[in-house]
């Protein structure tokens, strides 16, 4: 099913995303992990594509596997790595295997390499993607950045960046991780304002162990509260402890979002089952009480 349809029949949506191992041995333990994340029952996940395309290869095999587990698949597909042809071959097998919607994505430009090297045939920017695959009928979703995207000069850059990929075809957005809510709200507002009004999922990463804090800062250079950070401080040799608080933080983080309207929420699970269970446990009969008000 199409995320849109989906969209239609709900007011609060709520998502997992995955992604392929780095070693192909690692590829049942995958499939293991999003067949008990499937059976959770979220309204749909999210499969990545993997950095510099490094794991393309299993996307759309774990994309087919969810859909046959009766799981929506959204899968990720990049413009690094791939010629235009290449993304045609893509898209031939999704269809193949009943793929509806797609993330597109530039895609994070390797170590060592520039982007004249591996953004070719005028596949340079995530909008190139939307348009060929809104072309071939999918339903396409494109990325956000609350804090502002890395390489962007500023707000008003990211803004314009944004709108001309909403502009090609973007049916929906997921953002970055973040960890402050007014983050996102001020960024709302700002999509509003501009003129972007297609829905958005807003992307919770649960901080279960304390050394997942400067992993993330550095990859997504989003801010961290100091309430995040003491609890990191505060039980950073205590791994359960700390497994509970992130999980409440993260309860926290989705209970407000929901009160405050935003329609999606995507969970970074990490392909940890058990992670994303215990929040749902916290939140599903308010999601539930949400789509029924």
Known sequence: MKITN???EKKVLLSFEIFPPKQQANFDNVV???????????????????????????????????IDFGTPALAHLTCVGNTKNEVEKVIA????????????????????????????EG???????????????????????????????NRQDDMDNLMYKVDSGVDFLTTQMFFDNNMLYSYLYRLQSRGIHV???????????SSQVSRMIKLSSAYVPAKLLSIC??????????????????????IDLITNGV????????NKPSIAEDILKNIDSIIKASNEL
């Open 6 to 8: 989906i969209l239609k």
């Open 32 to 66: 293991s992990a999003a067949k008990e994340l499937s059976a959770l029952n979220p309204d749909f996940m999210s499969i990545t594509w993997g950095a510099g395309g490094t794991t393309k290869g299993n996307t759309v095999e774990i994309a087919s596997k969810l």
């Open 93 to 120: 097998k999704m269809k193949a295997n009943k793929i509806e919607n797609v993330l597109a994505l530039r895609g994070d430009i390797p170590q060592n390499s520039d982007s004249g090297s591996v953004l070719t």
């Open 123 to 153: 596949l340079t920017h995530a909008s190139d993607l939307v348009r060929i695959l809104k072309d071939h009928g999918m339903c396409v979703g494109g990325a956000c950045y609350p804090e502002g995207h890395p390489e962007s000069a």
């Open 199 to 209: 829905p958005v999922f807003a992307g919770i990463m649960p901080i279960t162990n």
């Open 233 to 254: 401080d505060k039980f950073e040799y205590k791994p359960e402890a700390m497994r509970q608080a992130g999980i409440a933080y993260a309860t926290d983080q989705i």
């Open 263 to 270: 329609r999606g929420i995507h969970i970074y699970t990490m």
